[in-house]
C-alpha cells in the first residue's frame, strides 16, 4: 500500500494508534508472524499420517466424482 494511503488509514481506522512509535507496530507484525497457522499445525501431522490423509483426499475425490449423496462413502469405504 502507497504510504500516503497507509497514513490515511491509520488516521481514519485507527486514530488510537496515530501517536505509537514504529517499535510498537515491528512487535505487532512480529507476534502476528509468530502466532500459530493452520499450515504450521498440521504441517506435522501430514508428515506422520501420509498414508491416512492421502486415502482421505482419494475417498473424498471419488465422492466428488460421483455426484452423489455423502453416503455414497460408505460403498466406497468399504471396497
Not at 500516503?4 to 507476534?31: A, G, I, N, V, W
Request: proline letters at 5%; one cysteine or more.
Amino acid at each position: 500500500m502507497k504510504p500516503s494511503k497507509l497514513q490515511d488509514h491509520l488516521r481514519r481506522c485507527h486514530p488510537d494508534k496515530t501517536e505509537k512509535d514504529l517499535k510498537y507496530f515491528q512487535t505487532l507484525k512480529d507476534k502476528l508472524q509468530k502466532r500459530p497457522t493452520l499450515d504450521r499445525m498440521f504441517a506435522s501431522t501430514s508428515q506422520r499420517n501420509d498414508d491416512g490423509l492421502r486415502a482421505s483426499y482419494n475417498i473424498s475425490l471419488l465422492i466428488a466424482k460421483s455426484g452423489k449423496p455423502h453416503t455414497i462413502g460408505e460403498k466406497f469405504a468399504s471396497r
